[in-house]
């Protein structure tokens, strides 16, 4: 017994030497890709679109003004060259997006000279060399959304269906009621690189017809994924998604009082809409939510990204996380060759599995843009990550409604120990894991029972039990 317990920790210890000896080659490898992979995009860029398009890792060097203007300093010319649709908070820009140290860099410990702070005139510069940035106040008029897609990005009828109509709201799936006279609502918010038919193809069909008759369901399609509107100078902030959801569901809809479902990054977009209708607010459900609870010492931006994107080889949605967190180049090479072609790969996909694989999960994957990728991705998951114990807190402290987590005990990507760490900041919140589900099948696969188990906390939140706090283990086949 002793023997089979040290040749299995032997193989263990073994295993993840090798891991780190092989994910150390493959990512300095992909340090210097992306590097030469920027310059040819520059080039790509400038012959197809006619200018020079500014990136994160780049010499020209971007600042936000007070303004909300995005400018660019290179070579002694300073230029607008994003607008938002909001004002920006400096906070709401995640520094991920342009510190993001190489490998190699960080093992040799040289980035600690390399990050800079300046402050000039209230706005916050990230540097990395020293570079001079003139701040010009333009006086320019609010942003509209670029009906154009960039030639990267997928042009077909559906991913830009939000073009056709000159539609500037999010897309919007309701059932259920039809009138205003509902009890109460549902709002549904998906994860990253995802759609709402993740919830329309798996729960609205296994909702019973009396939730039918007292709910009104919405599941939305987030900025920039799936058939939502996918702007090319948007920042994807929180602000900018929030605000998107309000104009998109909440006020024409008249919505009052509501109940939330989120999944993994939907988690965060959740909380901070519970945080702003406190009273609103009957019940959450959360699944996977990504809550790393950061060290004293650490900057929050850099410790969430160190810990969704580990740049491991192993497991493989790790890998997969770390190229679109790490890599800008790479990742818009990756959106170009699967998002853009998407419905070769649909067709190849159904011709091999033989029509066995759900399509809505190839589409909530395909059916996004690098632009909205790369920036919800560092603006909501990284850059969110110092205001979570105050979204937490504010939940705790501010509302009385019921707080549900669900988790696959195989998820790879979001670990267990996220839903404990959100529960020991709302102790009333009550934790389920699932047994032998991951990320993706938590909700998939066992929509008939996680139907049900949604129907029973609206049921109880509706009638005002709130009962104590539990942390359950349930095995589900």
Known sequence: MAVMYKTKSFLSLTGRVVNKAVSFIVFSFLDLLDFVLCFVYKVVDFFIEAEWKPCYCSSAKEAITSSGKILVSEQGESKIVRLTSTKLHLEEISDTLYTRPSLVSEVSKLTVNELKRLKVDGTIIQSCEKIKIEMLQ???????????????????????????????????KAEGRKDHKAREDV?????????SAFWTETLFPNFSTAAKSKYRLFAIDLLGFGRSPKPTDSLYTLREHLDMIEKSVIEPNKV????????????????????????????LTLLAPPYFPVPKGEQATQYMMRRVAPRQVWPLIAFGASMACWYEHISRTICLLICKNHRLWEFLTKLVTRNRIRTFLLEGFFCHTHNAAWHTLHNIICGTASKLDGY??????????DVHIFHGRDDELIPVECSHNVQSRIPRAKVKVVENKDHITIVVGRQKTFARELEEIWKGSSSGHHSASCDYTQNHQ
């Open 187 to 195: 709002l549904f918010i998906h994860g990253f690189i995802s759609s």
């Open 256 to 283: 009052k009082s509501f109940h939330i479902v989120a999944h993994s990054l939907g988690c965060i977009l959740a909380l901070a809409l519970a945080v702003k209708y406190p009273k609103s607010i009957k019940s």
């Open 138 to 172: 333009g006086k320019i008029g609010g942003q509209q959304f670029h009906p154009i897609p960039r030639w990267s990005d997928c042009d077909c009828k559906f991913c830009n269906s939000w073009t056709s109509c000159s539609r500037d709201t999010l897309f919007v």
């Open 392 to 401: 937490l807190d504010a939940v705790r402290d501010r509302l009385k409604c």
